[in-house]
C-alpha cells in the first residue's frame, strides 16, 4: 500500500516546516507549493489524498482568495478530495464563507498539533 499524500500550498517556511515535522511522524508524504498558481497546477498533475492551503499567497490577495485560489482549485481536486485552508488571518475570513468557496474545513494558525494530528487522521482513514 502506497503513502498517503498530501499538498501544502504555504509560502512561508515556518509554516511549512512545522507542519512537514507534524505529517512526518504520521508517515504522510508532503509536497509543497509556495503560490496559488504553482499549487493549482501541482494538483492537475498528480493526484493527492488532501490539500492544505494557506489562504493568503504571494499571488492573491483576501479579496481573489476564492476567485484565483479556492474554486480553481476545487474544479481540479474535485467534490472528494478534501481541501483545508490554514491561515493565520482567521480576522480575515468568515469560516462559513470559506467553507462556501470550496473549503471542507477551517484551521487557523498557530496550529493545535494535537487536534490537527485528529484533523488529518479523520480525513485520512479510508471509508469503512
Known amino acids: 500500500m502506497s503513502k498517503q499524500r498530501i499538498l501544502y500550498i504555504e509560502d512561508n517556511d515556518d509554516n511549512f516546516r512545522l507542519v512537514e515535522r507534524i505529517l512526518k511522524r504520521m508517515d504522510i508524504e508532503l509536497d509543497r507549493a509556495k503560490t496559488a498558481v504553482a499549487g493549482i497546477q501541482m494538483a492537475q498533475s498528480q493526484p493527492y489524498d488532501l490539500i492544505l492551503t494557506d489562504i493568503l499567497l504571494p499571488?492573491?490577495?483576501?479579496?481573489?482568495?476564492?476567485?484565483?485560489?479556492?474554486?480553481?482549485?476545487?474544479?481540479?481536486?474535485?467534490?472528494?478530495?478534501?481541501?483545508?485552508a490554514l491561515t493565520a488571518h482567521a480576522f480575515h475570513f468568515d469560516e462559513a464563507f470559506l467553507l462556501a468557496n470550496g473549503c471542507d474545513y477551517f484551521v487557523a494558525k498557530p496550529l493545535h498539533v494535537v487536534e490537527f494530528e485528529t484533523l488529518i487522521e479523520r480525513l485520512l482513514k479510508p471509508e469503512a
Open 59 to 84: 499571488d492573491n490577495s483576501i479579496q481573489e482568495a476564492h476567485t484565483q485560489l479556492l474554486h480553481p482549485l476545487r474544479q481540479v481536486i474535485g467534490p472528494h478530495v478534501p481541501l483545508v
